[in-house]
């Protein structure tokens, strides 16, 4: 079974860095590209960025780039979603999913809370 | 890429036909047969409805059909159903290699 499984809320302040996790089970990591998704409170899906962990090929979308940092370590097949200054306009659920063929994602995680406030 | 644009909201009684439109452009919904739906109920992660224009995953039911035409696909969900309260979001391809675009989102009402 396709697992993504996702790493807990977190609550930072304005500033700090955060690094977010999405493990993959199930399936050959190394072989489908991994979405992270951005949905805001109340607020509809946004395609930030794709990362292959096969050869860490890596796409943002143009309104995410040099914003985070999307990145994936196959030797334990997972991937990484990471912030070095968080804004209050970060706070958001953000999901990673499994695209397959770069046609449509099969499989998703959990989803991730991350709440900025000072 | 710009979202694609899809209703904020639509309604149907139970045992109606719904459709939902995504509309974009050339260079997304028209020039590919790449769109896929995912449903996503209040707090839970979404979930592939239709994938490929108008391809149904094991265990989706046959309620939900999707088609294209031109740069504007639609969802339709026959025979609604209480369950089917849900936001709803259209995807597709993109001229921009890998990178895909999400609709604006709908939500649907059982009356």
């Known amino acids: 079974e396709v697992q993504l499984v996702q790493s807990g809320a977190e609550v930072k302040k304005p500033g700090e860095s955060l690094k977010i996790s999405c493990k993959a089970s199930?399936?050959?990591?190394?072989?489908?590209?991994i979405v992270w998704v951005r949905q805001m409170p109340g607020k509809g899906l946004e395609w930030m960025g794709n990362?292959?962990?096969?050869?860490?090929?890596?796409r943002y979308s143009p309104s995410f780039q040099g914003q985070v940092t999307i990145s994936a370590d196959k030797s334990i097949s997972t991937a990484y979603l990471q912030w070095s200054s968080l804004k209050a306009s970060d706070t958001a659920i953000y999901y990673c999913?499994?695209?397959?063929?770069?046609?449509?994602?099969?499989?998703w995680g959990q989803g991730t809370l991350v709440t900025v406030s000072s | 890429q710009s979202a694609l644009t899809q209703p904020a909201s639509v309604s149907g009684s139970p045992g109606q036909s719904i459709t939902i439109s995504c509309t974009g452009t050339?260079?997304?919904?028209?020039?590919?047969?790449?769109v896929s739906w995912y449903q996503q109920h209040p707090d839970k992660a979404p979930k592939l409805m239709i994938y490929?224009?108008?391809y149904r995953p094991s265990g989706v039911s046959s309620r939900f059909s999707g088609s294209k035409s031109g740069n504007t696909a639609s969802l339709t969900i026959s025979g609604l159903q209480a369950e089917d309260e849900a936001d709803y979001y259209c995807?597709?391809?993109?001229?921009?290699?890998?990178?895909?675009?999400f609709g604006t989102g709908t939500k649907v009402t059982v009356l």
């Open positions: 199930g399936y050959d990591f190394s072989t489908y590209w």
């Open positions: 050339s260079s997304d919904v028209g020039g590919f047969n790449y």
């Open positions: 490929d224009v108008s």
């Open positions: 990362i292959y962990p096969g050869d860490s090929d890596t």
């Open positions: 995807s597709s391809d993109t001229s921009s290699s890998t990178l895909g675009v």
């Open positions: 999913a499994k695209l397959v063929s770069i046609r449509y994602f099969d499989s």
